[in-house]
């Protein structure tokens, strides 16, 4: 599929969730704390380039107006879009309840079932990701990640946190191609065999999907692998990847509760069980 392509891509989220800020810091590389409401629709274009499969995707991104109620204006915007992020707001939980009782059905009626979107959980910024109500955030955002078979970004328009990756995720999905690492589902099926270093990296890349980003993940790994005795400068042993999944699932439990803990923990030791030890 090499070549050069074009695709129209949309921003969907409620007002002040920070959609424009979050496409000027992606396309411009700019911020600015100042808002002013977005009317009808702000359009901008990037040039993408993805050296390791030989593509150029010229990228037109519509930014729309997320006042509800402008169902027609909306649904005008975004005829023929390939894809959409949907913003939520982690300062507001109401943005985040908007995206499957608004934004998705609004999204479904105009592109049809399955539309590919990735959903951006903004301004991580001005909150502390441990925060007993985040951490339920958190786990809604995985739930609903789940069900639409698609990831979440905790993302800020003002540091940049997640911003290009999340772009360059649904730039792929627009052009039918999946990410390097998509969504759960499909990160949990694995075949006999599978080596002591795959399963610490297929470890880590659910880790990425389950708490929204790599970077808070790979702080969070910082100070558990030593526990385990890993050195990430050498291959690990089967016995301390087996210590991994249990310090993970204490990481979950603060974050994702009991049930979905359990589960995930459940999954990764049917992994274990596939380990080439020899």
Excluded at 111 to 130: Q, R
Excluded at 255 to 278: C, H, Q
């Amino acid at each position: 599929m090499k070549g050069t392509y074009k695709s129209k891509i949309v921003l969907l989220g409620d007002n002040r969730v920070g959609k424009t800020s979050l496409v000027r810091r992606y396309v411009d590389q700019t911020f600015s704390d100042s808002y002013k409401a977005t009317i009808g629709a702000n359009i901008k274009k990037k040039v993408m380039n993805y050296e390791d499969r030989g593509i150029v995707l010229n990228m037109l991104i519509v930014d729309l107006i997320g006042q509800q109620g402008f169902r027609n204006t909306q649904k005008r915007n975004m005829k023929d879009a390939k894809g959409a992020l949907i913003v939520c707001d982690l300062t507001r939980p109401n943005s985040l309840e908007s995206i499957e009782s608004y934004w998705i059905p609004i999204l479904n009626e105009v592109l049809g079932d399955a539309p590919s979107m990735i959903f951006m959980a903004n301004k991580s910024d001005l909150v502390d990701m441990e925060e007993e109500h985040l951490k339920a955030y958190r786990a809604e955002l995985l739930s609903l990640s789940e069900k639409y078979s698609t990831k979440f970004f905790f993302t800020s328009a003002k540091t940049g946190e997640n911003v290009e990756q999340s772009f360059y995720d649904l730039g792929l999905l627009s052009l039918n191609q999946e990410p390097a690492i998509y969504h759960l589902r499909e990160m949990y099926h694995v075949d006999e065999g599978i080596s002591p270093i795959e399963v610490l990296d297929l470890f880590k890349a659910q880790l990425y999907l389950e708490l929204g980003g790599e970077e808070f993940v790979n702080s969070i790994l910082q100070t558990q692998l030593p526990k385990t005795g890993i050195d990430i400068n050498q291959h690990p042993k089967p016995e301390q990847l087996y210590k991994l999944n249990e310090r993970i699932k204490e990481i979950e439990l603060s974050f994702l509760g009991d049930k979905v803990s359990n589960k995930y923990y459940m999954k990764r030791k049917g992994i274990l069980a596939k380990m080439n030890t020899g």
